[in-house]
């Protein structure tokens, strides 16, 4: 066995779902066996067979993964964004296992379990990183409340029965208004998540810029909008209409009293990811939404005469 208990590893499981059980026994396995010490949450290590060498915390704070060379998250979705809040507050890398249903945020599934392992012994990857936004509600001229989002910050009606009125602000000049049941605010990360069900651009990480996507709007104009990364986004929820809320990341959400106002710009802090290997984002995309792809023949190839 290779002696390196200086590194430490930190590990977030979804313990509901037993996939996440059985593979985080075979990691925690894995990683002991080299020597590498393995870090889990008190509240979570109740639910994994885990062996005596693990050390466990007790409170979910960011300073828990102090010491911690990377952040491994086994889960779907909403696990890899909870991994995503430990990260971006940390400055941790996290690996993502997927084992839910797409995992855009995800490196690797669940068949790759001995790949991740070995490659993380081998210090075998790559940190990028992802632009987040950061989110200020105001009221009244005095701010009520601040968030922050990986993949987006969606501004949504409170109840089923009315529509949300709002008008649309770019850089401090307005765009356009209409009823609607929401509006997201989002990043290239965020694309393929709720804005891409709203109907908006699939847009590749390595691009910076910022989408406002409208949700089902009662308008002739309401396309969705790519802007500069340096841009500011706002939303203004009319007043003497019934409330919105925010919801951050689909995670976190706070109530919009009429007359708010929600900006989002680019974030000053982003979310480190780890990446195992180099493969391109559009063959991700076919991968993760099964696009046909039946017929294809190949990019032509010139030769070099």
């Known amino acids: 066995m290779t002696q390196n208990l200086a590194r430490t590893v930190f590990l977030l499981a979804h313990t509901g779902r037993p996939a ?17 010490g393995v870090r889990v949450l008190e509240e979570e290590a109740r639910d994994l067979p885990l062996p005596d060498e693990v050390d466990l915390v007790k409170e979910a704070t960011a300073q828990c993964l102090d010491g911690c060379e990377l952040l ?20 941790v890398p996290m690996l993502g296992v997927n084992l839910g249903r797409v995992g855009f945020l995800a490196e690797a599934e669940r068949d790759d379990l001995d790949r991740v392992v070995d490659r993380v012994v081998a210090r075998s990857y790559e940190v990028e990183e992802r632009m987040t936004v950061d989110v200020v509600v105001h009221r009244n001229g005095d701010i009520v409340h601040t968030d922050w ?53 699939v847009v590749w990480p390595e691009v910076e810029a910022l989408l406002m996507v409208p949700i089902s709007a009662h308008a002739l104009f309401a396309k969705p909008l790519v802007t500069s990364p340096d841009s500011v986004l706002a939303v203004e929820v009319l007043p003497h209409v019934p409330p919105g809320v925010l919801w951050c990341d689909g995670r976190r959400t706070v109530e919009l009293p009429p007359g708010a106002r929600v900006e989002v710009r680019r974030g000053a802090v982003p979310v480190r990811l780890a ?21 294809w023949r190949g990019a032509p190839h010139h030769s070099s005469e």
């Open 20 to 36: 996440a059980i059985r593979s985080a026994e075979l990691v925690v396995k894995g990683l002991l066996r080299h020597g590498i």
């Open 72 to 91: 491994i998250v086994l889960g779907g979705d909403g696990t890899l964004l909870r991994g995503a809040e430990f990260a971006r507050a940390s400055g």
């Open 149 to 201: 989002a990986l993949n987006e910050a969606a501004v949504q009606k409170a109840g089923a029965e009315k529509l949300l009125e709002v008008v649309l602000e770019i850089d401090g000049r307005p765009v356009t208004g209409f009823g609607c049941d929401g509006v997201v605010l989002s990043t290239p990360t965020g694309s393929t998540a709720y804005a891409f069900s709203a109907g908006g651009p």
């Open 275 to 295: 990446r195992l290997h180099h493969s391109s984002f559009t063959d991700r995309l076919v991968a993760k939404f099964a696009l046909p792809t039946t017929g």
